[in-house]
């Protein structure tokens, strides 16, 4: 096995680790206000990839005058850009403002990583049958979410667990335009231009709707420092290299833990704690994650 090879699932997990570190830190600097934590962060992540987009198309122009390189349209980058920014920003801000209300943050992994499941079932609009193992994953998820959100004998859901789960659905949507968008731009521009325009629209929204107190966002910042450059400059990277040289199936099942390490690291350093039937709603939905990204073949191979 290759070095590149063996270090590509490694890369994945190192990822799914640093995503899950986040939602300690998201809910560590919730007190600063949505937009403000959101908008800063999202932003400086977007800023600190600037560098390594200029020494990318500096590689390029170079490559360029050797051989033929794809030329990418200008257009399309910016609407790229603008659309995924849109999207991101409606998610992560839907996530955050989560955070405001006493939620664990391995709840709101757990009900984010329902994407996961989401992604396939919008192909239904496309015209596309779901398979057996979408179909599956999606009543363990549902059996999942009602484990974790519902209380016996109260079949009310907390605004927490709401705003999480219309985030899974928006993050479901923004895999969908990234997507769409992946193969017609540059790789790095596209990541770093979405989050200049989600980071902005966040800081925007955050002087007309919050009113920022310095003090708070100073106290708040190695949580915003950690999930604005770890959380999507490194781990963005490390998810770009990590399925590039690992097999798709099982890029997938690596960055899907992400749900499970938020529930590790904020039991670890918040203290969350989640009763038996929550845990139990927890393994279910992660089973069905985990589901949702496995293949059943049940046709027998001919023997030649």
């Known amino acids: 096995m290759s070095l590149k090879k063996a270090a590509g699932p490694l890369f994945c997990l190192s990822a799914a680790v640093i995503w899950g570190f986040s939602f300690v830190c998201q809910k560590s600097g919730a007190h600063i206000g949505t937009f403000a934590f959101n908008g800063i962060r999202t932003l400086l992540g977007g800023l600190v990839m600037i560098p390594a987009v200029l020494i990318a198309g500096s590689r390029r122009k170079k490559k360029a005058a050797a051989e033929p390189v794809r030329e990418y349209d200008r257009k399309t980058t910016l609407k790229g850009c603008v659309i995924c920014g849109l999207v991101l920003f409606a998610g992560s801000n839907i996530q955050q403002h989560a955070f405001s209300f006493d939620i664990a943050a391995g709840k709101v992994g757990f009900i984010t990583a329902l994407y996961m499941i989401l992604v396939p079932v919008f192909g239904l609009f496309a015209g596309k049958k779901p398979k057996l193992n ?42 969908l335009v990234i997507d769409y968008f992946c193969d017609k731009t540059e790789t790095l521009t596209l990541s770093c231009g979405q989050y200049l325009i989600a980071g902005s629209l966040s800081v925007i929204c955050m002087f007309i709707f919050e009113k920022p107190v310095f003090s708070e966002i100073v106290s708040a910042a190695l949580p915003i420092l950690y999930s604005g450059i770890m959380g999507c400059s490194f781990a ?64 027998r191979k001919r023997v030649e």
Request: charged share 10%.
């Open 134 to 175: 979408v179909r599956i994953a999606v009543v363990l998820g549902i059996t999942g979410l009602y484990l974790l959100c519902v209380m016996p004998g109260d079949f009310s859901v907390g605004r927490g667990e709401l705003f999480s789960l219309i985030c899974a659905f928006c993050f479901a949507g923004h895999i």
């Open 236 to 299: 963005f990277t490390f998810q770009i290299y990590g399925q590039k040289y690992t097999e798709p199936t099982v890029a997938s099942l690596l960055l899907c833990t992400e749900s499970l390490f938020s529930l590790i690291f904020g039991w670890l350093v918040l203290h969350d704690s989640l009763g038996a039937r929550a845990l139990i709603g927890c393994a279910i939905m992660f089973a069905g994650v985990i589901i949702s990204q496995t293949e059943f073949d049940f046709k």
